[in-house]
């Protein structure tokens, strides 16, 4: 089969990218054509020059504003000629136009069970609602914030006692099983983003997200 190239963007430690090396380094039928920071100190970037895949950074706070950063990383993702564009922690609010480049073509895991807690502070968050149950979400990334059609989820119960750090820990467990998984998928050319901004997975519309239980049986 051949590999599908992929381009990752970060901001921070990158463990997810890490995952996603790792499953690639087996079998994971991806070319990681790069790794693209927004911050020159991420340390995925190191991750990414460990597995010898190049690296890029590129400064938001360089360009005036918005738009002319993301025109930016724009030309400099597609010098790569990416089949997928895959957002591992990337701290930034995207254009519409940077979205629209990229639709349906461009995955994003977050912290929580989406639609619940969009936005940040997720475990923080999910501690004070007191919700029995918390996880991750993989999504295709639309113009809403975190409020794409939704493919993949992974839960874990709130245990008692649980604080913000262990709640992450047991979540990010979760997510580095789930986004190769997803990733997997999409470069085998079984998932997919339809007209209708359905997923659709193994030429079937999903009318709710997978969950990893089923995704695994």
Do not use: C
């Not at 993301?70 to 997928?84: F, H, K, N, S, V």
């Not at 995955?107 to 639609?115: R, T, V």
């Not at 993989?138 to 262990?166: C, Y």
């Not at 820990?169 to 997997?184: G, M, Q, S, T």
């Amino acid at each position: 089969m051949s590999r599908l190239p992929v381009v990752v963007l970060i901001s921070g430690g990158g463990t997810n990218l890490q995952a996603i090396i790792d499953a690639a380094e087996r079998d994971l039928p991806i070319d990681i054509r790069a790794v693209i920071s927004n911050k020159a100190d991420a340390y995925g970037l190191e991750r990414a020059k460990q597995a010898g895949i190049p690296t890029a950074v590129l400064e938001h706070q360089d360009f005036p504003d918005r738009e002319s950063f993301d025109t930016a990383l724009m030309e400099l993702i597609d010098r790569y000629e990416p089949g997928l564009v895959l957002l591992a922690g990337f701290m930034r609010i995207l254009t519409p136009d940077f979205v629209r480049h990229y639709h349906g073509r461009m995955l994003n895991i977050h912290p929580s069970l989406l639609p619940e807690f969009q936005g940040l502070h997720t475990h923080e968050r999910a501690l004070e609602a007191e919700v029995e149950k918390h996880g991750a979400s993989i999504h295709f990334v639309t113009e809403e914030l975190d409020g794409g059609p939704i493919i993949l989820q992974a839960s874990v119960p709130i245990l008692p006692g649980d604080d913000a750090d262990r709640l992450a820990a047991r979540v990010l467990e979760k997510e580095h099983i789930i986004y190769p998984l997803a990733v997997r998928w999409f470069a085998q050319g079984r998932l997919a983003l339809n007209e209708d901004q359905q997923v659709v997975l193994d030429g079937r519309i999903m009318n709710t997200p997978m969950q990893l239980e089923r995704a695994t049986q």
